[in-house]
């Protein structure tokens, strides 16, 4: 269904002509009625000619305003841009107009209400100047249509105008999203929101997530257009009951959506535009940025071109091509609008640097191949939020973690520069410890893994990664040192200690992988033939053998004995039962 937004100079007759057209009157408020100034948003529906069923949107036109009526225009198709005959072009017809080109809304017919205050010849030059302001935007050519809201001279016209521009092709599918721009309770029925859904057709029952505060409600009924029905699709004004969560905890400005299906931004990277009263964008300026029904603060981090890094206060659920409003809350005015480019850029000089790389019209695969180039790894579920799609095809994934194929081959040739110098800085060991491979290259250890896998020169050697081509091997001075040691120890059971024996910590590892050394407990070590001539002794021993026992068969002390018979506990050789032991 289309969604249609007035747009237009204050007191030009938009809620009148919207009055007119759907017999609702758009101003809610009584403050409205007794002003006849509209203040906030306004909400009504036709059926146009063609028996199309159309939701309008009608903002306020008072420049105090401007942020309510930003919050309405956004998720717009149509927009019916209101300017009255008798007063001709004004300021915020302008900043109105501006507001619609920067958002690219394409499609427009405008009002030229009052027309039964004016002769022929006023009626032909504000038509000719309506004309000509429209020259250079996104609204150039539209149909200007006279109409009096008051006697309905050309209403029929305007209707027709509409029908023939809304488009022709459905909202496109996609993550359902709905920005929420009215919440209240219902007595009886709990807390009621209203926005326009984009994206994706909803259902009574579902769940969903309230952006971005990160609660979480059911959708117990659908309305729209004061109907109830079972689901809604998108393109239509729409009024959910939620349960699970309060009406003061939803408020204009969030977003719902799917669990889990959106990531919040705090800093993007987004292609600007400026409208055509302004110049140049003052990077120092107080900025304000309209997304949806969303309005915060907002710094320029940095502007090359057209290219700009924006923080923003409130993080908010962001997307690739998400378009947006720019503001000067100095100066009161907008001075650009744009699309988001990066929603969740890794460095500013990067995102200026790359972010024009990114194209959102290409669609969501391409927007993540794009995202995930600049990235080099991401996540997989972060990714897929911020380019509105999965992954692209020729990524590689490794656990929760997807890799761009141009990353993955600078991560290899890290890795094997990174082992490669661990065996010239340890050449007795048998490869760099996985872990600490991950750690050098600041991935997880299940990319490390798929790395290593992935390279020709590596391979996995229990824990640890060394090059295929890689033997240890000990120096002259190493081996002396080895023999050395050996001859120690072959000296009697009451071994010297590993400290005693000045053996390098790697010489030792090497001989106790290789088996020619046995490690009994820290700092003890035993020759292979020494501990055969210990397990021999044990078979002596009956059941229920004592530490004494043993000292008296083995003829060694204390400082032996236990941690001998320790060891053997541990390898199952002896099963202790209290201060006694049996042989298995």
Known sequence: MPLI????????????????????????????KQRGLTIDL????ATLPGDVEVSFVDVPGHGRFLKNMLAGIEAIDVALLVVAADEGWMPQSEEHLAVLDLLEVRKGVVALTKCDLVDEDLLALASAEVEERLAGTTLEGSDVVPVSGLTGAGIEDLERALALTLPDDAHPSGRRRMWVDRSFPVAGAGTVITGSLLGGPISREDLVAIYPVGRDARVRSIQSHERSLDSVGPGRRVALNLSGISYDEVTRGDMVGDPGAWHLSRRFSARLRLPRFVEDLDRRGSHQLHVGTASTRAWLDGLEGDIAVIRIETALPLTAGERFILRDTGRRMVVAG??????????????????????????????????????GIETADRLEAHAGGPP?????????????????????????????????????????????????LSVSQDLAELIVGESADLERSGPDV??????????????????RARDELRAGLDVPSESELKLEPDVVALKIRSGELVRISPGLVFLPDQIERLRAMLGKLGDGFTVADFRDVSGLTRKYAVPFLEWADREGLTVRRGDTRRVR
Do not use: C, N, Y
Request: no cysteine.
């Open 5 to 32: 937004g007035t747009a237009g100079h204050v007191d030009h007759g938009k809620s009148t002509l919207i009055h007119r057209m759907t017999g609702r009157d758009p101003d809610r408020w009584a403050e409205e």
């Open 42 to 45: 306004g909400f009504a529906w």
């Open 338 to 375: 744009g699309r988001v480019l990066d929603p969740g850029p890794k460095s500013t000089r990067s995102a200026l640097r790359r972010s024009g790389e990114i194209d959102p019209d290409l669609g969501p695969e391409m927007v993540a191949a794009a995202l995930l180039a600049i990235r």
């Open 392 to 440: 692209p095809s020729g990524a590689i994934s490794a656990g929760a973690q997807v890799v761009d194929p141009g990353r993955a081959r600078q991560l290899i040739a890290a890795a094997v520069d990174a082992v490669s110098s661990w065996h010239e800085s340890h050449p007795l060991r048998p490869g760099m410890p996985l872990a600490t491979l991950a750690g050098r």
């Open 466 to 483: 060394r090059r295929a081509d890689h033997a240890p091997g000990m120096s002259e001075d190493q081996e002396r040192a080895w023999v």
